[in-house]
């Protein structure tokens, strides 16, 4: 078979699981579309405000896919085709629950935030932590998603770093305070264009240019500094496989979604359109390069930022490569703006305080991004380490408290206690292994992290009772 089939066969894989299992998950939900939305009963004109399906998922698909499916899968391709793998099952049987999940159960909650989902379904305690974990969480992915696309942008340009800094800020600060209808909902079609552009154009070049796909893939880990592949590989490759950071985003569309039948192909939909985008960038990371060692020099040299210049102006030349590098500057600006815009709407949920009115809204909005704008100037490295750690958590973290609604519901949980107890596993053995966490040896922190994840999920099944004592009405 020749290797190219095997990139289809997996993008294959993706629309035939969204095709089946989204079904599945579907119907353990319990769609009912006798029940108004928010966006219906809450209508606000700023933050509930009904919008096309269609524009919706044009809008999650961008809200979700930041830097995450592209860098993650560049770095992800060092451990081999184990990448393509976990990409195709993790977006079918982990991600896709999850986004669906915290997408539906916002609708049924008017519309609350990750915070309130956790709370109603896992207890106040959960609730207490959910409010200060996704906010700090929010300002981590705004204020990065500043710097990592001005410099993409400064690249390209005369213009310098802290100019694009600075117009950035100010279309993010635009973007959270304006109704969701004024800026977001007009320019992400064009956004998503751009987006097209980069995903079918630099599979296409690599077709038509003849590029052998994966020339030294083998399953094996093929990391060439010798990282393992457990866990390291479930955090590197987050969104486009699963993401917390979904979980943020999820609600701002669940305010503007018409009916819950639109919920399968905006939430779970939005999901697989986001592995196949990291199945592209897992494909040109074992492709472009010849071996995983040539890969691991080029992110030496410039990081997966210099991936990214290289393989567009390679493949599609220079005006095309633009063309695809402003593709990928799409994906962290609109997520860098609705993860300030749902910081603002997590704050105003705590405080219970109406975003309807224009100071309202600059009343929060005005401090978070003061915050924003000091951090933008402080040296993340070491704190943006932990990130994919707390990514991959607050992932666990919904999936468990989708599972309880499933509980109450009288349904199947398994579709979520599976994936939330792998997971489980993965977060605890990496905050034991790695060197920002415990720095425990691989052997003795991956049975730590098997012992944490059977102990969940037995502390899960002792509480089912409790949870389906108080079911869903």
Not at 217 to 222: I, K, L, M, S, Y
Not at 285 to 310: H, R, W
Request: charged fraction near 10%.
């Amino acid at each position: 078979m020749p290797s190219m089939m095997y990139f289809f066969l997996s993008v294959a894989a993706l629309i035939g699981g969204y095709m089946v299992y989204s079904r599945v998950v579907e119907r353990m939900f319990g769609v009912d579309n006798c029940k108004a939305t928010p966006a219906c009963t809450m209508a606000d004109g700023v933050d509930y405000v009904k919008l096309p399906p269609s524009k919706i998922f044009l809008i999650q698909l961008l809200n979700i896919a930041g830097l995450g499916p592209v860098f993650g899968p560049i770095l992800g391709a060092l451990y081999g085709p184990w990448a393509l793998v976990w990409i195709v099952l993790g977006s079918i049987f982990a991600g896709g629950v999850h986004d669906y999940f915290s997408g539906m159960l916002s609708v049924r909650y008017e519309g609350k935030s990750v915070p309130d989902i956790v709370g109603y379904n896992l207890g106040n305690g959960f609730k207490q932590f959910m409010r200060f974990f996704s906010v700090v969480l929010l300002l981590l992915v705004g204020v990065v998603f500043v710097t990592g696309p001005a410099k993409l942008l400064a690249n390209l340009t005369d213009m310098t770093l802290m100019t694009w800094v600075i117009i950035i800020f100010a279309y993010y600060f635009l973007a959270t305070v304006l109704p969701i209808d004024q800026i977001i909902g007009r320019i992400y079609p064009l956004f998503a264009v751009i987006l097209v552009i980069m995903a079918v154009g630099l599979t296409g070049a690599m077709i038509v240019k003849g590029y052998e796909f994966y020339p030294s893939a083998h399953f094996v880990n093929q990391h060439p500094t010798g990282l393992p592949l457990w866990p390291l590989m479930f955090i590197t490759i987050a969104c486009g496989a699963i993401s917390g950071f979904h979980a943020t985003q999820s609600p701002m569309m669940a305010r503007c979604v018409p009916d819950e039948n639109c919920g399968r192909p905006i939430f779970y939909g939005s999901m697989i359109a986001e592995g196949v985008i990291a199945l592209i960038w897992a494909t040109l990371g074992m492709s472009f390069y010849p071996t995983p060692e040539a890969l691991n020099a080029a992110i030496a040299a410039g990081g997966p930022g210099k991936v990214v210049n290289d393989v567009a102006m390679t493949l599609m030349g220079p005006v095309g490569g633009v063309l695809a590098i402003l593709g990928v500057v799409v994906l962290p600006v609109t997520s860098g703006d609705t993860a300030f815009r749902s910081a603002r709407l997590t704050i105003a949920d705590v405080l219970n305080f109406s975003q309807k009115g224009n100071g309202a809204r600059l009343m929060i909005a005005l401090p978070l991004f003061v915050i924003g704008a000091v951090l933008s100037q402080v040296n993340f490295d070491i704190i943006w380490r932990y990130f994919g750690w707390a990514n991959q958590t607050l992932a666990t973290i919904v999936l468990w408290a989708s599972a309880a609604y499933l509980v109450r519901r009288g349904m199947l949980h398994w579709i979520a206690s599976v994936p939330a107890t792998f997971m489980t596993c993965v977060c605890v053995t990496y905050i034991c292994y790695a060197k920002i966490g415990l720095n425990i040896p691989l052997d003795i922190s991956t049975w730590i992290g098997i012992a944490a994840a059977v102990g969940s999920l037995g502390l899960f099944l002792v509480k089912r009772p409790a949870f389906a004592a108080n079911p869903v009405a």
